[in-house]
């Protein structure tokens, strides 16, 4: 069984950056897509980053681009997200999720079979 546990976040003010990091367990990484996603009180949940399980595809959700980028250490089975510029509008819970083989886009939450618990990220103005 899949495990995912995300770290890092916290408070941080307008501007400043965060690396959030997700520890991977129970399964072959190197054969996992990854991907980050976030949900604030009352909205849905959120692409925010991808990256293959080669590491050569990436891909950030628009709300993001130019300043999160997500990166992969296979030999430590671990994902990062480096958050830099933070806007008080990227206040949300983070959730780390793995897919092995999705037959969907990446950018829905459902392609997704495992989630970690989520790691909040809160920007103050």
Same mark, same amino acid.
Do not use: I, N
């Given at each position: 069984q899949v495990q995912l546990e995300e770290s890092g976040g916290g408070l941080v003010?307008?501007?400043?950056? #965060?690396r959030?990091?997700?520890a991977v367990s129970g399964g072959t990484f190197s054969r996992m897509d990854m991907?980050?996603?976030r949900q604030?009180?009352?909205k849905e949940r959120e692409f925010v980053a991808f990256i293959s399980w080669s590491g050569v595809h990436k891909l950030e959700g628009a709300s993001v #681009?130019?300043?999160f980028a997500i990166s992969r250490?296979?030999?430590?089975n671990m994902v990062h997200l480096q958050m830099n510029n933070l806007k008080p509008a990227d206040t949300a819970v983070y959730y780390c999720a793995a897919a092995v083989d999705p037959a969907?886009?990446?950018v829905v939450p459902s392609t997704y079979t495992a989630w970690g618990q989520g790691t909040q990220v809160t920007?103050?103005?």
């Open positions: 003010q307008a501007g400043g950056s #965060l959030l990091s997700c991907a980050w996603f604030a009180p009352g #681009l130019g300043r250490e296979d030999a430590k969907g886009t990446v920007v103050s103005s």
